[in-house]
C-alpha cells in the first residue's frame, strides 16, 4: 500500500507569561500554552498523525517530557525529526488537515504564515497541501472557557 492516513490530536493550557506559538508562528496574546517544550499543540497533533500514519506510536515516545533535552524545544526542529524519520522509511507528506480550536485571540491573520513554516519544514512545495482550519469552541466547555487551544490533524503519506 502506497498511501497511509493517521490522525493526531493535543490540548495544552492557556496560562500567563508562556509565548502562544501554534504552527511556529507566534501569536501576540495575553495568555501563551504551557508545556515542556515550547507546547506548539499543532506542530504536535501534524507529528502525532505522522507517526500514527505509520504505526510508530507518539511524538511522547521520541521526545519524553520527562528528559531536560526537550525543554523549551522548538517544536518545527521536533517535526523536522519526525520528517526524517518518515522519509527515512520512503514515505512523504502528501497533505496536512487540521483545525485549531480556540476562543482567543483569532487565529486567521496567522493561518498564512503556519501553512508556510509547516510546509517549509516538511518539504512541501505547494503550501494549500498544508490545511489549517481555525474554530472557537462556542464558549462550551475548558476550551470555551479560555483554559486553554485544542488540535485535530489528519495526515495523509504517500511512498514514493
Ligand atoms: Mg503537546
Known sequence: MNIRIGNGYDIHRLVPDRPLILGG???????GLLGHSDADALTHAIMDAMLGALGLGD?????????????GADSLLLLQQ???????????????????????????????????????T??????????IKA???EKLGP?????GIAVYAVVLLFRG
Open 59 to 71: 511524538i511522547g515516545h521520541y521526545f519524553p517530557p520527562s528528559d531536560p533535552k526537550w525543554s
Open 25 to 31: 508562528v507566534k501569536i501576540p496574546h495575553s495568555l
Open 143 to 147: 476550551v470555551g472557557r479560555e483554559e
Open 82 to 120: 519526525v520528517n526524517q524519520l518518515i522519509e527515512a522509511r520512503g514515505w512523504h507528506v502528501g497533505n496536512i488537515d487540521s483545525v485549531i480550536i480556540a476562543e482567543q485571540p483569532k487565529m486567521k491573520p496567522h493561518l498564512e504564515d503556519m501553512q508556510e513554516k509547516l510546509a517549509h
Open 122 to 131: 516538511l518539504h512541501i512545495v505547494d503550501r494549500n497541501q498544508v490545511g
Open 135 to 137: 474554530t472557537t469552541n
